[in-house]
T-cell receptor, first 116, second 110 residues
Framework: GPKVLQIPSHQIIDMGQMVTLNCDPVSNHLYFYWYKQILGQQMEFLVNFYNGKVMEKSKLFKDQFSVERPDGSYFTLKIQPTALEDSAVYFC??????????????FGPGTRLTVL | DAKTTQPDSMESTEGETVHLPCSHATISGNEYIYWYRQVPLQGPEYVTHGLQQNTTNSMAFLAIASDRKSSTLILTHVSLRDAAVYHCILRVGGNNRIFFGDGTQLVVKP
Protein backbone atom coordinates (compact mmCIF):
# COMPACT_ATOMS: atom_id res chain seq x y z
CA GLY A 1 0.00 0.00 0.00
CA PRO A 2 0.94 3.67 0.07
CA LYS A 3 4.00 4.47 2.16
CA VAL A 4 4.68 7.30 4.54
CA LEU A 5 8.33 7.77 5.46
CA GLN A 6 9.73 9.40 8.57
CA ILE A 7 13.22 10.72 9.13
CA PRO A 8 15.04 10.09 11.40
CA SER A 9 13.88 6.86 13.02
CA HIS A 10 15.55 7.83 16.29
CA GLN A 11 16.62 11.19 17.70
CA ILE A 12 18.32 11.88 21.01
CA ILE A 13 18.69 15.47 22.15
CA ASP A 14 19.29 17.48 25.29
CA MET A 15 16.43 19.25 27.00
CA GLY A 16 16.00 22.80 25.76
CA GLN A 17 17.33 22.11 22.28
CA MET A 18 15.29 22.36 19.13
CA VAL A 19 14.31 19.28 17.14
CA THR A 20 12.66 18.87 13.75
CA LEU A 21 10.92 15.64 12.82
CA ASN A 22 10.46 15.02 9.11
CA CYS A 23 7.65 13.22 7.32
CA ASP A 24 7.49 12.31 3.65
CA PRO A 25 3.75 11.74 3.05
CA VAL A 26 2.06 9.77 0.28
CA SER A 27 2.63 11.78 -2.88
CA ASN A 28 -0.94 12.77 -3.80
CA HIS A 29 -2.24 13.22 -0.27
CA LEU A 30 -3.44 16.59 0.89
CA TYR A 31 -4.02 16.20 4.62
CA PHE A 32 -1.27 15.60 7.15
CA TYR A 33 -1.26 14.61 10.81
CA TRP A 34 1.00 14.13 13.79
CA TYR A 35 0.29 11.75 16.66
CA LYS A 36 2.26 11.13 19.85
CA GLN A 37 2.63 7.82 21.67
CA ILE A 38 4.39 7.52 24.99
CA LEU A 39 5.75 4.03 25.64
CA GLY A 40 3.00 1.74 26.92
CA GLN A 41 0.25 4.31 26.41
CA GLN A 42 -2.38 5.03 23.78
CA MET A 43 -1.53 6.99 20.69
CA GLU A 44 -2.87 10.55 20.87
CA PHE A 45 -3.70 13.09 18.19
CA LEU A 46 -1.60 16.25 18.07
CA VAL A 47 -2.50 18.21 14.97
CA ASN A 48 -3.80 18.06 11.42
CA PHE A 49 -2.75 20.31 8.56
CA TYR A 50 -4.15 21.21 5.15
CA ASN A 51 -3.34 23.78 2.52
CA GLY A 52 -0.61 25.35 4.60
CA LYS A 53 -2.69 25.73 7.74
CA VAL A 54 -3.34 23.97 11.00
CA MET A 55 -6.94 22.80 10.90
CA GLU A 56 -7.25 21.26 14.32
CA LYS A 57 -4.96 20.71 17.28
CA SER A 58 -5.25 18.99 20.62
CA LYS A 59 -4.23 20.29 24.03
CA LEU A 60 -1.03 18.24 23.65
CA PHE A 61 0.06 20.56 20.84
CA LYS A 62 1.87 23.04 23.06
CA ASP A 63 3.05 26.51 22.06
CA GLN A 64 6.53 25.06 21.64
CA PHE A 65 5.26 22.91 18.75
CA SER A 66 4.92 24.04 15.17
CA VAL A 67 4.20 22.35 11.85
CA GLU A 68 4.79 23.29 8.25
CA ARG A 69 5.20 21.88 4.78
CA PRO A 70 7.17 24.39 2.73
CA ASP A 71 6.78 24.04 -1.03
CA GLY A 72 5.48 20.48 -0.99
CA SER A 73 8.57 19.11 0.68
CA TYR A 74 8.67 17.30 4.01
CA PHE A 75 5.84 17.84 6.46
CA THR A 76 7.68 18.78 9.64
CA LEU A 77 7.03 18.92 13.35
CA LYS A 78 9.34 21.29 15.19
CA ILE A 79 9.67 21.41 18.95
CA GLN A 80 11.49 24.42 20.39
CA PRO A 81 12.51 24.19 23.16
CA THR A 82 12.15 20.51 24.01
CA ALA A 83 11.16 19.24 27.45
CA LEU A 84 11.59 15.86 29.13
CA GLU A 85 7.90 15.05 28.67
CA ASP A 86 8.31 15.34 24.92
CA SER A 87 10.07 11.96 24.88
CA ALA A 88 7.80 9.68 22.86
CA VAL A 89 7.31 8.12 19.45
CA TYR A 90 5.86 10.59 16.99
CA PHE A 91 3.83 9.20 14.12
CA CYS A 92 3.08 11.09 10.95
CA UNK A 93 0.05 10.23 8.81
CA UNK A 94 -1.47 11.48 5.58
CA UNK A 95 -4.78 11.10 3.81
CA UNK A 96 -6.24 12.01 0.46
CA UNK A 97 -9.25 13.77 1.92
CA UNK A 98 -11.20 14.41 5.07
CA UNK A 99 -13.62 12.11 6.79
CA UNK A 100 -17.22 11.92 5.66
CA UNK A 101 -16.16 10.26 2.47
CA UNK A 102 -14.06 8.02 4.67
CA UNK A 103 -10.52 8.68 3.53
CA UNK A 104 -8.25 6.44 5.53
CA UNK A 105 -5.04 7.69 7.06
CA UNK A 106 -1.72 6.04 6.24
CA PHE A 107 0.87 6.10 8.99
CA GLY A 108 4.65 6.23 8.95
CA PRO A 109 6.85 4.00 11.10
CA GLY A 110 7.41 6.71 13.70
CA THR A 111 10.33 8.71 15.05
CA ARG A 112 11.46 7.79 18.54
CA LEU A 113 12.44 11.03 20.31
CA THR A 114 14.43 10.86 23.53
CA VAL A 115 14.96 14.09 25.44
CA LEU A 116 17.70 13.90 28.06
CA ASP B 1 -16.59 10.70 18.88
CA ALA B 2 -18.53 7.86 20.48
CA LYS B 3 -16.76 5.29 22.64
CA THR B 4 -15.98 1.72 21.65
CA THR B 5 -15.44 -1.32 23.88
CA GLN B 6 -13.15 -4.18 22.93
CA PRO B 7 -11.77 -7.17 24.82
CA ASP B 8 -8.23 -6.65 26.07
CA SER B 9 -6.86 -9.73 24.34
CA MET B 10 -7.77 -12.75 22.26
CA GLU B 11 -5.90 -15.86 21.20
CA SER B 12 -5.95 -17.85 18.01
CA THR B 13 -3.90 -20.50 16.23
CA GLU B 14 -2.38 -20.21 12.77
CA GLY B 15 -4.84 -21.13 10.05
CA GLU B 16 -7.93 -20.47 12.15
CA THR B 17 -10.62 -17.83 11.70
CA VAL B 18 -10.79 -15.23 14.45
CA HIS B 19 -13.68 -12.92 15.31
CA LEU B 20 -12.73 -9.64 16.99
CA PRO B 21 -15.75 -7.96 18.57
CA CYS B 22 -16.36 -4.27 19.12
CA SER B 23 -19.25 -2.66 20.95
CA HIS B 24 -20.34 0.91 20.12
CA ALA B 25 -23.76 1.29 21.68
CA THR B 26 -23.84 5.08 21.38
CA ILE B 27 -22.75 5.34 17.76
CA SER B 28 -24.21 8.25 15.80
CA GLY B 29 -25.70 8.01 12.36
CA ASN B 30 -22.80 9.84 10.73
CA GLU B 31 -20.02 7.83 12.36
CA TYR B 32 -18.00 5.36 10.31
CA ILE B 33 -16.57 2.22 11.91
CA TYR B 34 -12.83 1.92 11.23
CA TRP B 35 -10.36 -0.80 12.10
CA TYR B 36 -6.62 -0.25 12.34
CA ARG B 37 -3.95 -2.60 13.64
CA GLN B 38 -0.55 -1.88 15.12
CA VAL B 39 2.47 -4.03 15.79
CA PRO B 40 5.28 -2.91 18.11
CA LEU B 41 7.69 -0.33 16.71
CA GLN B 42 5.45 0.38 13.70
CA GLY B 43 2.72 2.84 12.85
CA PRO B 44 -0.93 1.81 12.72
CA GLU B 45 -2.06 0.06 9.56
CA TYR B 46 -5.49 0.61 8.05
CA VAL B 47 -7.50 -2.62 7.88
CA THR B 48 -11.02 -1.76 6.80
CA HIS B 49 -14.02 0.45 7.45
CA GLY B 50 -17.77 0.50 7.01
CA LEU B 51 -20.88 2.53 7.69
CA GLN B 52 -23.86 0.22 7.54
CA GLN B 53 -23.27 -2.67 5.16
CA ASN B 54 -20.82 -5.50 5.73
CA THR B 55 -17.58 -4.96 3.87
CA THR B 56 -14.77 -7.18 2.72
CA ASN B 57 -11.28 -6.64 1.38
CA SER B 58 -8.05 -8.58 1.11
CA MET B 59 -7.32 -8.16 4.78
CA ALA B 60 -10.60 -8.81 6.56
CA PHE B 61 -14.37 -9.05 6.59
CA LEU B 62 -16.26 -6.48 8.65
CA ALA B 63 -19.68 -7.54 9.89
CA ILE B 64 -21.85 -4.67 11.16
CA ALA B 65 -24.96 -5.35 13.21
CA SER B 66 -28.22 -4.11 11.74
CA ASP B 67 -28.63 -1.58 14.59
CA ARG B 68 -24.94 -0.58 14.20
CA LYS B 69 -24.34 -0.92 17.94
CA SER B 70 -21.67 -3.55 17.42
CA SER B 71 -19.35 -4.87 14.77
CA THR B 72 -17.02 -7.83 14.31
CA LEU B 73 -13.76 -7.95 12.40
CA ILE B 74 -13.28 -11.40 10.94
CA LEU B 75 -9.81 -12.58 9.97
CA THR B 76 -9.63 -15.86 8.08
CA HIS B 77 -6.62 -18.18 7.98
CA VAL B 78 -4.67 -16.06 10.45
CA SER B 79 -0.90 -16.19 10.36
CA LEU B 80 1.77 -15.08 12.82
CA ARG B 81 1.95 -11.80 10.87
CA ASP B 82 -1.61 -11.01 11.98
CA ALA B 83 -0.54 -10.76 15.61
CA ALA B 84 -1.12 -7.12 16.53
CA VAL B 85 -3.26 -4.74 18.55
CA TYR B 86 -6.51 -4.20 16.68
CA HIS B 87 -8.26 -0.87 17.20
CA CYS B 88 -11.96 -0.35 16.54
CA ILE B 89 -12.54 3.37 16.04
CA LEU B 90 -15.53 5.57 15.23
CA ARG B 91 -14.99 8.62 13.07
CA VAL B 92 -17.40 11.44 12.44
CA GLY B 93 -17.70 12.72 8.93
CA GLY B 94 -15.70 15.91 8.51
CA ASN B 95 -13.69 15.33 11.70
CA ASN B 96 -10.63 13.44 10.72
CA ARG B 97 -8.72 13.03 13.96
CA ILE B 98 -8.45 9.42 15.14
CA PHE B 99 -8.92 8.53 18.80
CA PHE B 100 -7.04 5.34 19.61
CA GLY B 101 -8.14 3.31 22.62
CA ASP B 102 -6.37 0.30 24.07
CA GLY B 103 -7.63 -2.08 21.38
CA THR B 104 -7.53 -5.90 21.40
CA GLN B 105 -4.19 -7.66 21.53
CA LEU B 106 -4.47 -10.61 19.15
CA VAL B 107 -2.05 -13.42 19.99
CA VAL B 108 -1.49 -16.01 17.27
CA LYS B 109 0.04 -19.34 18.26
CA PRO B 110 1.94 -21.54 15.79
Amino acid sequence: GPKVLQIPSHQIIDMGQMVTLNCDPVSNHLYFYWYKQILGQQMEFLVNFYNGKVMEKSKLFKDQFSVERPDGSYFTLKIQPTALEDSAVYFCASSLGLGGVSYEQYFGPGTRLTVL
Amino acid sequence: DAKTTQPDSMESTEGETVHLPCSHATISGNEYIYWYRQVPLQGPEYVTHGLQQNTTNSMAFLAIASDRKSSTLILTHVSLRDAAVYHCILRVGGNNRIFFGDGTQLVVKP
